[in-house]
């Protein structure tokens, strides 16, 4: 390469290119979007739901003979019949029983599945639920129990690691936008979304799975599923810069 293409190459990578800087101030706001929810993930949802499955599962039963109230904190077993049952699998995947006869409660409950209970159900069947906060939280008959959608569930690993994921996302919309934003050849053609984004994004997400599903089955807490993604993460994008930027070189 003569010395009058080198500066002309070089002073291509400064030159800023229109529409460019655009761009890059598009990904900063989009940027906001997912960094929006992962703080609602870890400062709403999480506290939320955590806070809710600790005052459940330390509720204690009610008094014996003691009179119904409404939104009470005591769990108590109550006797329902069974009026209608409805299991609508397929892309609906809608499972509902239609509880009368409660005292304090009748209506209808949403379940995930059909099992293992819903399927041996019918109407006319009597049921015993249990009962939190004036909401119905399990059915059961003898020793078969199903709970309902609205019944706390230890899932926060699971959420974490989504909310984690969120923000990870989000970092990397700053990244991209900010080296756009220089407006240099140089930087923003390695910050595309076939060159890194794409494989990046994939690679954030098989991470946070991963690490999220690991942490539920193994019971680890919750506020350690973020720094493992985060690190891996990190490292991962560094890896595949320094490979973007070896195939860009001039040979």
Known sequence: MTPGNSERSAAQTQVP??????????????????A??????????LPSDTGRLRD?????????????QQG??????????????????????RFTVTLTGG???????????????LERLGPGDRVTGT????????LAVGDVRQETAE?????????????????????????????????RRRLYERHTWRGLGRPLLIAMAAICLAVAVTSYVLGIPWWAVPVVPTLLSAFTARQFDRYR????APA
């Open 151 to 183: 019944e706390p569930r230890d899932e926060a690993q699971i959420l974490a690691g989504f909310g984690t994921y969120t923000g990870l996302a989000a970092a990397l919309g700053l990244w991209f936008g900010a080296a756009r934003l220089t407006g």
């Open 72 to 93: 009470e904190r005591c769990v108590r077993a109550v006797p329902f019949t069974v009026e209608e049952v409805r299991l609508n699998g397929g892309r609906g995947q």
């Open 17 to 34: 290119v229109p529409g460019e800087r655009g761009i890059g101030a598009l990904l900063l706001l989009v940027s906001l979007i997912p």
């Open 245 to 248: 930027r070896q195939q860009s």
């Open 131 to 138: 009962v939190w906060q004036g909401a119905v939280m399990a």
């Open 56 to 68: 459940y599962t330390a509720a204690p039963p009610c008094a014996a003979g003691s009179a119904v």
């Open 103 to 117: 005292p304090s409660w009748r209506g209808k409950l949403h379940f995930g599945g059909p099992g293992p209970l």
């Open 36 to 45: 929006t929810v992962c703080w609602f993930v870890f400062a709403v949802q």
